[in-house]
């Protein structure tokens, strides 16, 4: 029969080579073969798949006192939250490019979030027509390289409110609405809050020279998608521009016209 502490080790180490359980924070203690789970992870899922996790660890565990919380991690390095924080901004182009390519995942309704001071860690939220829409697009956001766990909140139902992956299919394809929705957009408040959005991430970005940069809604019926003109001095501010627009909140998809110098 397994001692206390050897059932321990054998917990710690199952949660530590668990593909499902990255960005947790887990405390283990065992007395008298129950394990009790102290800390944070990220959704209820990894709450499930921790407590699972320590029952297939070690047959003589009796009990699993789950106390995990389900919260955000607070940083006490303002360097740190920084380099992470880079981190996400330089990958989320990526993520929302992989769901927009997916041949038949409907992203209209999707928001992809990265998760502030954890490194490779999305949240999905938003809402899908169907529960197979659920999965998949949790499994595209995990097999984007450098992603290391989707947070998946993601609802089946009706449009509530369009994401900030892709243009509604309804504005594309319906001529009036089409119309209506781009006189009111190219006016509206929420539209020139993105673009100065948009303006001060580039301005306020520490290697980028957006000197000769301009942000424009881009032509056509294309909700949410801006374009950039102008100059960059090379390629890496052009790509540098792209992420950078890219992650800023309302924003769908950027038209990137910048031209090399």
Known sequence: MSSD??????????????PFLVG???????KDGVVTLTGTVLDSKQKAEAEETVLASDPDVKKVENKLEIKELVLDSLMALRSISGYNLRLL?????????????????????????????????GTVPGEKDVGEAEQTVNSVPGVKYAINELEVGELKEVGNIAPSKESKSDPKVCGSLMEKY???????TIINDIKTALFSHPVLDATDVNVLLAKGC???????????????????????????RGVQYIDNKLVVE
């Open 5 to 18: 502490k050897l059932i321990t080790g054998h917990v710690l180490a199952g949660l530590d080579v668990s």
């Open 24 to 30: 947790a924070d887990i405390d283990v203690e065992t």
């Open 93 to 125: 182009p990526a993520v929302k490019k992989a769901l927009l390519q997916h041949p038949w995942l409907d992203v209209t309704g999707i928001h992809i979030t990265a998760e502030k001071g954890r490194e490779g860690i999305f949240r999905l939220s």
């Open 186 to 192: 190219a006016v509206s408040s929420r539209n020139l």
């Open 222 to 248: 294309d909700v949410g998608i801006y374009r950039l003109e102008g100059t960059v001095p090379n390629e890496k501010h052009k790509a540098i521009a792209e992420e950078v627009a890219s992650a800023v």
